[in-house]
């Protein structure tokens, strides 16, 4: 009886919360939520696609529930100037789910901490040493190193060599005329360079097999996925979390598996160095080496690493498979959400502090509902205070260039999910031009 009785009266303090909370803001219009689930149930698989309907309704600055959390999305140019210019530091902060919240180690990273010295340390961190010019160029063999094992993947999977004159021109194609899946090749060349640059390791042989701590990163970059798509109301209700006891162990126990790999990368490459004395110019070696200069904790170079790896890979597959297709800027469709660190007016309403703010770039740029479009100048600050200074490193990653491929032919709908891939992953039939032996890999060795 006291169990009901207490859950009661905590669900009437809620509602007089939430009651008072729409009584003392002006609160921006929005679909009607219900109790406890707020607007759950309204939500469409695609959210920029959804959240661009309901700017039809109710106009460019809508309010929405995700369970009992208010969430603000604005779907016009000059609104998003407000949220990401104007009011830049009051929004600053960063929504963090219960999985980031553990992988970030509550914000200790980059892309996840709230504004303040942590991230302004870090992100000078950044700007001044990871992605500093000279670093970029220093590994720019990798990134060519693994185009061209990607280049050399397509050309083995599309085409049989025999009877080959002198030239190399005379092949016998196995599989002429054979389309094949883009993102699959995409994706192993951004796993692989990507976590060369991090860890300094190329997981995979000569061969084309995976070792045994490549298939681990694998698994848990894959567990990741699966715990991020995999939607709970425990994310939504953070009061009934406690009701949630095996999806909180999984979380621990993803956690805890990739710091143990993490840690172990660590451990080789500073008993790699005492031994030899150099430096790599990789990730993990510099946060390694700068560690007591910039004061990171173990804790803030874990969480830096990973960064690099959930950026860097999604990053330059889907932008190389959209632009493939025709389009132009896909993966800027959905920024990480910003979080009100005080109470702050957008559009003329009032947005709570704690309260999320979401830009639906996808809707100012696809249906430009304004009629106008941001300006480069606007562009530059579009992440507000966190611009994302990996971005230097992405336009050094992306190099290839879309074909002729008829619209009609593809199907251009997203994918539902936290990043986003085209529904339908793209394939084309590719067709060898030059000498076979232009196509083989350009190995290098660590850098």
């Not at 603000?72 to 980031?100: F, H, P, W, Y």
């Not at 040493?129 to 083995?156: G, H, N, Q, W, Y």
């Not at 994310?235 to 999806?247: D, I, Q, S």
């Not at 704690?354 to 100012?364: E, H, K, L, Q, R």
Request: proline letters at 5%; glycine letters at 6%.
């Amino acid at each position: 009886m006291a169990i009901p009785l207490l859950i009661l009266s905590f669900l009437t303090i809620f509602i007089a919360y939430k009651l008072f909370q729409r009584l003392r803001f002006k609160l921006p219009p929005g679909p009607r939520p219900l109790p406890i689930v707020g607007n759950l149930y309204d939500l469409k698989p695609v959210l920029v696609r959804c959240f661009t309907e309901w700017s039809q309704i109710y106009g460019p600055i809508f309010s929405v529930y995700l369970g009992s959390h208010l969430s603000v999305v604005v779907n016009s140019a000059e609104l998003a100037k407000e949220v990401l210019k104007d009011n830049d530091q009051q929004l600053a902060n960063r929504n963090r789910t219960r999985q980031i919240a553990k992988f970030s180690k509550n914000g200790m990273d980059l892309i996840w901490s709230d504004y303040g010295p942590h991230y302004v340390k870090v992100r000078k961190l950044c700007t001044l040493e990871l992605f500093s010019m000279k670093r970029i160029d220093a590994l720019r063999p990798i990134r060519e190193d693994e185009v061209t094992a990607m280049v050399e993947s397509i050309f083995k999977d599309c085409v049989k060599p025999a009877d080959c004159g002198p030239a190399g021109f005379n092949l016998v194609l196995k599989n002429k005329g054979k389309a094949l899946v883009l993102r699959e090749y995409l994706g192993m060349m951004a796993f692989l360079h990507i976590t060369r640059l991090s860890f300094g390791k190329r997981f995979m042989d000569s061969n084309g097999v995976i070792d045994q701590q490549g298939e681990e990163l694998k698994g848990i970059l894959n567990n990741g996925i699966k715990l991020g798509t995999k939607k709970s109301f425990a994310e939504f209700l953070p009061w009934l979390r406690f009701l949630f006891k095996a999806e909180n162990e999984a979380l621990a126990e993803h956690d805890a598996r990739a710091d143990s790999f993490t840690k172990k990368i660590m451990e080789e490459h500073t008993i790699a160095r005492k031994k030899t004395g150099n430096t790599k110019s990789h990730f993990v070696d510099a946060l390694l080496t700068l560690q007591k200069e910039y004061d990171l904790s173990e804790d803030t170079i874990i969480g830096l690493l990973w960064d690099m790896i959930s950026a860097g890979m999604d990053t330059t597959t889907i932008t190389v498979e959209w632009a493939m297709a025709e389009m132009n800027a896909p993966s800027d469709t959905a920024d990480a959400p910003h979080k009100a660190n005080t109470n702050v007016k957008i559009g003329g309403y009032d947005v709570p502090k704690g309260a999320t703010v979401s830009v639906n770039a996808w809707a100012i740029a696809g249906t430009q509902l304004s009629g106008k479009t941001l300006s480069s100048s606007d562009r530059e600050v579009s992440r507000g205070g966190h611009r994302h200074e990996g971005d230097r490193l992405s336009a050094t990653s992306v190099r290839l260039r879309p074909a002729g491929v008829r619209p009609e032919d593809m199907d251009m709908m997203e994918q539902p999910g936290t990043v986003t891939y085209m529904r339908t992953p793209l394939q084309a039939v590719p067709t060898p031009r030059l000498s076979a032996d232009l196509f083989k890999r350009v190995a290098v060795g660590n850098v």
